[in-house]
């Protein structure tokens, strides 16, 4: 169960999973640039809460998973994928879970300061969030062990981000925010597909049951195609709505394509590493260069 105990700032980076971050932080950077080139204006302070709160959200659901995992006997010895440091024995459930609560907890504090700008649709929205990141994990029916993490992962780290980025913003929600969260969402959802496909043998003798599983390896590797390319096809529906700049995403296809062919190969859990890393890395291309397209084209 031990291993050479890094130090403890490694441990908790690595708790952290700073290379998943990209995940909350590109819905919130989607719903600003949208609401810079709808209204021409951004409010900084409001921004920079929003951003350090979506990725104490995060942060505190990776936590809980860490912990959730291995008191549930899902993360076992021979856990393929990025360590896990209550599993490896470098800190205790009740550690870990402590510094999941503090995390949720900087995101409440911020939340506070968020609704007092945005009003009550700010206050269901991080309630609904600090009780997914919780629920990702935890509770009766963990998501993370059901068919419904990709769509959990579109609402939460597409639609709802960007909509809320968005909305405190302008004070309104539209057809345009909506399909951008679809836009972020969908690749997002791909990543946590890409895990999950690694981790199927395993997650099946823990009892999950998750769509990897569910769909089998044929079906997986449609629905990570049907993914990273339904973005694009929203994208192009996003341009119609009088947003052209947004089309500069298609500078991202080559990642694209070499995610999907890494991923239609990949066999062994360092293939999907990679894989991971590389749909993660698409994502953050798509949206940054769309953005990049609405702040200059519009």
Known sequence: MTAERPSAFAIWWQAARPHTLSLSVSPVLAGLVLALAETSRIDVPVAIVTMLAAIAIQIGTNLNNDAADAVNGTDQIDRVGPARIT???????RQVFTAAHIAFGLAAVGGIYLVAVGGLPIMAIGILSLIAGYAYSSGPWPISRSPWGEA????????????????LQTGWVDLAAVLFGLVVGLPAAAVLLVNNTRDRETDTLAGRQTLAIRVGPDGANRLYG??????????????????????????????ARKAQRDFSAAHLPVDFNQCLARTAAFQ????????????IIG
């Open 152 to 167: 959990f992962v579109i609402a939460f780290f597409g639609l709802v981000a960007v909509a809320g980025s968005f909305y």
């Open 87 to 93: 599993q490896k024995g470098w800190a205790s459930p």
């Open 226 to 255: 049907l993914l990273l390319w339904a973005s694009f096809a929203v994208l192009f529906c996003l341009s119609l709505l009088g947003f052209p700049g947004v089309l500069l995403g298609v500078v991202a296809i080559p990642l």
């Open 284 to 295: 953050m291309a798509l949206c940054a260069s769309a953005s990049i397209g609405l702040v």
